[in-house]
T-cell receptor
Framework: RKEVEQDPGPFNVPEGATVAFNCTYS??????FFWYRQDCRKEPKLLMS???SGNEDGRFTAQLNRASQYISLLIRDSKLSDSATYLC???????????FGTGTRLLVSP | EAGVTQSPTHLIKTRGQQATLRCSPI?????VYWYQQALGLGLQFLLW???????NRGNFPPRFSGRQFPNYSSELNVNALELEDSALYLC????????????FGPGTRLTVT
């Protein structure tokens, strides 16, 4: 089983739609969780950290479910500019390395 | 505030040669991380440096090495290049400590022919 798993997609949605991605992780000792956005051939950009209580930033909401070992990202009112690959990342305890999923591709169409 | 910078942007090498990639972290960040993103694969952790010391390395052979300088910038060296080393090499930096977010530079695209 992979340490961090994501549905590769692509998720094809129209503008204005709400879309959600899940990411599961296997290491129950993981402490920190993040969502990154990566555009084609560019570096990942930090979208948001995921806190135990969940957090929201504008149209984006992230949730953590420790019991079921998954994190989620909800995007409301999708924009064309949201088209990208969304990577979840899990920090491996004291080792500081981020373990990334392979990403979920989102395509928002007019 | 300047972000993480990396040089060169592109690097073309021949099999068997050595490559040196450079990274400057965000001002105030003491930790530097290197990741490899090969085509079709996810980001793979390579190395973590903090305060000039190598703190952890991923599952890569010893021909991948690096160092961190007193100004916290870092260098990744890849010796005896192989074709499968062709990838985007990403550097990230963070504040010291265990829970801080990592911010990525634009990467160096290494092509081995």
């Amino acid at each position: 089983r992979k340490e961090v798993e994501q549905d590769p997609g692509p998720f094809n949605v129209p503008e204005g739609a709400t879309v959600a991605f899940n990411c599961t992780y296997s290491n129950s000792a993981s402490q920190s969780f993040f969502w990154y956005r990566q555009d084609c051939r560019k570096e990942p950009k930090l979208l948001m950290s995921v806190y135990s209580s969940g957090n929201e930033d504008g149209r984006f909401t992230a949730q953590l479910n420790r019991a079921s070992q998954y994190i989620s990202l909800l995007i409301r009112d999708s924009k064309l500019s949201d088209s990208a690959t969304y990577l979840c990342a899990v920090k491996d305890g004291g080792f500081q390395k981020l373990v990334f999923g392979t990403g979920t591709r989102l395509l928002v169409s007019p | 505030e300047a972000g993480v910078t990396q040089s060169p942007t592109h690097l073309i090498k021949t099999r068997g040669q050595q490559a040196t990639l450079r990274c400057s972290p965000i001002s105030g960040h003491t930790s530097v991380y290197w990741y490899q993103q090969a085509l079709g694969l996810g980001l793979q952790f390579l190395l973590w440096y903090d305060e000039g010391e190598e703190r952890n390395r991923g599952n890569f052979p010893p021909r991948f090495s690096g160092r961190q300088f007193p100004n916290y910038s870092s260098e990744l060296n890849v010796n005896a290049l192989e074709l499968e080393d062709s990838a985007l090499y990403l550097c990230a930096s963070s504040l010291g400590g265990t829970l801080h977010e990592q911010y990525f530079g634009p990467g160096t695209r290494l092509t081995v022919t």
